[in-house]
């Protein structure tokens, strides 16, 4: 990401902040930017997208995510649920774009995560990914999932040093995930792969300052451009219940959300949930354990939802009604 373009990102946030343009906002929303998405969500036999949440695990607290709040149980995914939904997967692999091994919990907790990786490359599967916060990410592993296959991965980075960092995201150490992190590129150069691509992902805000040019300057060496390597700033969000961050600029819903048409989202324990923003898992629509990706995607729940978002009805579903995403 340029410096051009997250000026241009603070500026439109900024622009959101401006309580008088809310009804334009609300306009442009509703009657431009709904119309367009409704020209783009055809219904399609299988998912563009599967997420598939390895574990609810994680040995971070950071302040942005609402750990805490998460009631549903900690696991790990059988690895045999895991393969049953890659098999079917890999029979639609032509519908779909990219597997996420990954959903809200730190993917390298689990030790068959480069098995899991293998496997998906193995019945292929075209572009796997995940995102980590690179404190598990040692030598060994780095060779690992190298060697399995894996297209991209994103590592959440939110400080420009110990204190930032560690002030940042709570129980992991700075000096530990950096030296992980710079490894990871001079075990990919050593090994001669041009996979798997990094992004590397930082959130300014008050705990870690801000420091948007100390994060470029830190891994603007380290990173390679040529390989598709790339650094991104990303805007804090709300977690329904969990997290409050952004103010929605209408007490009025007017966006259709995309996620039912997208992607979906596969917990650890099987159950199938709208959205990754539902940490808790509150709103289910199927368990892959009783049925199939497709039959689920096909469901009469499923056409249910999409007939809902379109028609801005979102009062049966209480983790969206609190997202700023959709206001």
Known sequence: ???????????????????????LAFFVKKYIYNTYVKSRTAATNFPPEVWIENTNCCNAECVMCPREKQTRPLGIMELSLFEKLIKEISKFKGDVRRVHLHNYGEPLLDKEFPIRIRLAKDWGIEHVYFVTNASLLTPELSREIIVAGLDEFKISFYGTDKKTYNDTMNGLDYDKTIKNVKAFFEIRKDMKSLKPMVVIQYIPQTKNQSRIDAFLN????????????????????NYADGRYYVKNGSNKISTICRFPWATMVILQDGNVVICCLDYNGVQVVGDVNENTI??????????????????????????????????
């Open 1 to 23: 990401m340029t410096l051009t373009s997250i000026a241009l990102k603070e500026r439109l946030r900024n622009l959101r902040k401006n309580r008088l343009l809310h009804p």
């Open 294 to 327: 497709k039959e689920i995607w096909n469901s009469e729940q499923y056409k249910k939802i999409r007939s809902d978002f379109k028609g801005l009805r979102y009062s049966d579903y209480p983790v969206c009604t609190k997202c700023n995403v959709i206001h």
């Open 218 to 237: 830190l891994f603007n060496d380290v990173i390679d451009k040529n390989i598709g390597d790339s650094l991104n700033i990303c805007s804090l969000h």
